[in-house]
C-alpha cells in the first residue's frame, strides 16, 4: 500500500492492486471499546501486523475466537465508516456469487475492500492503522504537515 | 537511576521513556473505556423513546457488532467523541463536588462583604494545600454529616455544603482581619 497524501483531517492511499481510497478519521468510542476487548496490552501503534498477531496466538483458542471476532469487528467498522468509497458497479454482484450479501452501506464497503480490494492481512492492517491514526489525531504528529 | 552531586543516586522519572508512553496510552484508553460503563448507569434515553428501535443499529449490527444494551447504543451510535466530555461533565455535576457546583452554589447565596459580593475578595492566605475531596470531608464534619450522608446528597447539594464552608471560612477571616484594623 502506498500512501499518496497525508493531512491531519484525511489520507489518501493507493492499495497494492491499484484502488485508490480516501480515509477519515471515525468515532473514537467504538474503536477505543474494541481495542480494549481485543485485550490490547501495549501501545500497538508502533507494532507491526506480525507482532500484533505474534500477541494474539499466545492466547487460549476460545480467547483466539473471541479475538478473531472482535478483530473483524474493528476492521469492518473503521472500514465501513473510516474510507470514503462505495463498491464501484458490479462488486456487489461478485460478491453474491461468493455467497456475501451485506446489506447496509458500511458493511457493503468492508466486505468489498475484505474480499476484492485489499490484498491481504497485512494490507488490511496497515488500512486501519491509518484509519485509527486520524482518529486518534496521530497522522503528522512528528511535525509532518503531510505530503503529497 | 541518575547520579547527582556528591555520588549519591535518585530515581528521576523519565518521561520520555517509549515504555512509559506505552504504559500510559494503555491507561488512557482503559480509562477512556471505563468511564462509559459507569456514566452510563446516569443517562436515560428520551428520544428516540425506545433506542431499541433506532434503524442504526441494524448498520451497526450488520459489521459484526452487537448493540445489546443502552452502553452499546451510547458507545457506537448516540454520542460523538464531544459529546462524551459533556455528559461526563454533566454527570459528575449532578452526582459530585465539583468547582462548578460550588460557583453556582456561591452564586445563589449571594453574600456581600462591604457592598461588594464576596467572590470579589481574595481567599484567606494559607500554606495548606488541599484536594477537593478533603475539603469536602472538612465541610461534611463541620455541618454534621457523616460521609455517608454527605454522600447521598446530590452534586448540587454536596456543592452548596463546601461552598457554605469556604464561604463562611472566608467571612470569618475577613471579620478577623477587620478586628485587627
Known sequence: ?148 | MVQVFGGSVEHVPDTDNPAYQSDLALYYLNMADSELDVLAGGITVLEPARWENDPRIEEIQSLGIPVKTITDYLRYIALTNEDMQAVAEKILYMSTVTRQGIEDAEARLKIEWGNAPLDRYRDPPSQLKASLLFTSREAAREYGYTWQQFCELTGPEQSAVVAQYQCSSKIQWLQSEQHKK
Open chain 1, 1 to 148: 500500500m502506498r500512501i499518496l497524501k497525508k493531512g491531519s483531517s484525511e489520507v489518501r492511499v493507493q492499495t497494492e492492486n491499484g484502488v485508490v481510497l480516501t480515509c477519515q478519521a471515525v468515532k473514537q468510542l467504538p474503536v477505543q471499546h474494541l481495542l480494549v476487548k481485543l485485550g490490547v496490552t501495549e501501545d500497538i501503534s508502533d507494532k507491526t501486523p506480525e507482532q500484533v498477531q505474534e500477541q494474539i496466538s499466545q492466547r487460549s483458542v476460545a480467547d483466539q475466537v473471541d479475538t478473531a471476532k472482535t478483530a473483524m469487528a474493528l476492521f469492518n467498522y473503521t472500514m465501513g465508516y473510516g474510507v470514503r468509497a462505495d463498491p464501484p458497479d458490479g462488486a456487489l454482484d461478485e460478491l453474491k456469487e461468493l455467497g456475501l450479501s451485506p446489506n447496509t452501506k458500511p458493511a457493503q464497503r468492508a466486505t468489498w475492500l475484505n474480499y476484492l480490494v485489499l490484498a491481504g492481512g497485512q494490507e488490511a492492517g496497515t488500512l486501519a492503522a491509518v484509519i485509527m491514526a486520524l482518529t486518534f489525531n496521530r497522522v503528522g504528529q512528528d511535525g509532518d504537515k503531510g505530503t503529497e
